[in-house]
């Protein structure tokens, strides 16, 4: 079986390949693998942004075996692999842009997400323009929610929106759960969000299906995904280190496909690759700024009615360059943040105590987010969080929640309850960063497991894996199996992270996980049902 490489599903044209334009993807680690190193025809630099004072070093190929960085190593060659394993059959999109690799080093918890993520958006910050990079790829999953903050809540957010403001286009993939809004920076408003779609095998775009990744509405009314790319059935360097390796792969057993490359999915390379369509575009349009080529790449891009679920259309390079690029002037998100927070004390509060204005109110609310607020301020914005507007009500909780014991436990019983998704994400991130009053509101939370909001219920099961508390174990059983059944990943996954975390406890899927099975497979399906059966059986044994 064979399959269409990124550019031919794409159709983008021969002589548009990134040529002379800088582009950086940020990720954990990056192999020094021929498809992404420095070629004749352009050069790859390696920037170890945890480092201190990192500069940015030319990257070249070795020889392997490249057995860490594989999902850096799959971003990158979405973006702009030179498919030179491949003889140059399976590129990326944009396969002679200049690569700039930020590699953050080890990502295993969030606070490490958090840190190492902002020191390598903080090095674009000082950097793109001497490099001349023009856009740069995020592909991390969240730390804080799924969408339903305001992005000032977010470091990670913030940094984007800091970048965006100063004129560098910031791409990011939505996630690959379809229960979530978004699972990462992709719900910032001025964040290029991608989603995608399921390439055939015959390239025919008219029979792609959407891809299931997350999909809605965020707190400034953001609906994610914005443009959509190919997100499974894509052909992306494998480096298997041995033939069992490879016969352990779920789709490169079947595949006709040369050596060292394999099929895989996920938005991480939808969003790369729509990073590189940008590169070819400014190959083409050098002189346009990123907010035109953000607005050139949706408003051209291609619909299909199978995917009209996602409410988003194909990249389509070719269509792209000849699109109408007139951007609305207004201030970015950040500057207009950065304004209020300039503003005095006495400003800031008149414009709070204007509930009748709800915009204005909940950007003066959200310019003390970490950041000093004076007690008469702290109790006119208490008293915010029982405003009419529940978008001012979740800003006023969302600031209160910088501010350790700014709430009282019967403030908490109020607003895990109100009837606003956003205000009920803005209380457990609230609660999340109050350790002292975990234990007294862990019923609260709990009854959050079965909310029919299933974001806020993914949330409120990943605090209390971090809150650890036996009293959890009873009711995250109660709802594994049908989760499984009813194929909601996330939050599967976060009920098991949770219980393992609470009872040092795992059990292994039957059958056993192979390499790109999918998430959504039959295969999976299967090996998660196991695993809440070996839960249920696991606690009828503790049953008296």
């Not at 070795?62 to 971003?75: V, Y």
């Not at 779609?197 to 299931?212: G, L």
């Not at 004390?345 to 004076?374: G, H, N, W």
């Not at 999918?518 to 299967?526: A, D, L, N, V, W």
Request: charged fraction near 20%; glycine fraction near 6%.
């Amino acid at each position: 079986m064979t399959w269409p490489s990124i550019r031919n599903f794409l159709q983008i044209p021969h002589h548009l390949t990134g040529k002379g334009v800088g582009i950086a993807v940020v990720d954990g680690r990056f192999p020094n693998h021929p498809d992404i190193a420095a070629t004749s025809r352009r050069n790859t630099y390696l920037v170890k942004t945890s480092e201190p004072d990192p500069v940015p070093s030319l990257m070249t190929a070795d020889d392997g075996p490249w057995t860490r960085g594989r999902h850096g190593l799959a971003a990158a060659a979405a973006a702009a692999g030179s498919g030179l394993i491949s003889q140059g059959l399976y590129t990326g999109s944009a396969p002679d842009a200049d690569l700039y690799l930020l590699e953050t080093g080890r990502l295993n918890t969030d606070q490490d997400v958090e840190c190492k993520i902002a020191a390598a958006l903080d090095w674009l910050y000082l950097n793109w323009r001497r490099y001349r990079i023009r856009g740069v790829v995020v592909t991390i999953a969240a730390t804080r929610d799924t969408g339903l903050l305001p992005w000032q809540a977010d470091p990670i957010r913030i940094g984007c929106e800091k970048l965006a403001a100063d004129g560098l286009l910031v791409v990011a993939a939505t996630g690959n759960t379809q229960e979530l809004t978004s699972n990462g920076p992709a719900s910032s408003p001025s964040v290029l969000s991608v989603g995608g779609v399921i390439v055939p095998e015959d390239a025919d775009i008219r029979y792609a299906k959407p891809y299931y990744g997350c999909r809605g509405t965020t707190f400034e009314g953001k609906w994610v995904p914005e443009i959509v790319a190919p997100a499974k059935n894509i052909v992306l360097p494998a480096p298997f280190v041995s033939l069992e390796e490879r016969q352990s792969h779920f789709t490169a057993r079947f595949d006709n496909l040369p050596e060292g490359y394999a099929r895989t999915e996920g938005t991480s390379f939808a969003a790369p690759i729509v990073l590189g369509c940008a590169a070819c575009l400014w190959q083409a349009q050098p002189s346009w700024t990123a907010g035109q080529v953000k607005a050139a790449i949706v408003e051209s891009s291609a619909v299909v009615g199978q995917w009209t679920e996602l409410h988003a259309g194909l990249v389509d390079v070719k269509a792209a360059i000849h699109a109408d690029t007139s951007v609305e002037e207004s201030d970015p998100p950040y500057t207009l943040w950065c304004s209020w927070k300039e503003k005095d004390s006495f400003e800031r509060l008149k414009a709070i105590k204007a509930q009748e204005e709800t915009s204005i109110a909940s950007a003066a609310l959200l310019s003390y987010c970490d950041a000093p607020i004076f007690p008469e301020t702290q109790e006119q914005v208490l008293f915010l969080t029982g405003s009419r507007s529940g978008r001012v009500r979740a800003a006023a909780i969302t600031a209160l929640a910088f501010y350790q014991e700014a709430l009282s436990i019967q403030d908490y019983c109020r607003i895990l309850h109100d009837d606003s998704r956003f205000v009920r994400m803005a209380a457990l991130f609230a609660l999340s960063r109050s350790p002292g009053l975990h234990h007294q509101l862990k019923d609260e939370v709990a009854g959050l497991f079965s909310d029919s909001d299933l974001d806020i219920r993914y949330c409120a099961i990943k605090l209390a894996g971090n809150i650890r508390d036996e009293a959890f174990v009873k009711p995250l059983l109660s709802g594994i199996e049908d989760d499984a059944i009813h194929e909601r990943v996330s939050i599967f996954a976060a009920r098991c992270s949770a219980l393992v975390a609470i009872t040092g406890i795992q059990f292994e899927p039957e059958p056993r996980w192979l390499e790109e099975q999918g998430i959504y497979s039959e295969r999976s399906t299967c090996g998660r049902v196991h695993i809440a059966r070996k839960w249920r059986q696991w606690a009828s044994y503790l049953s008296p």
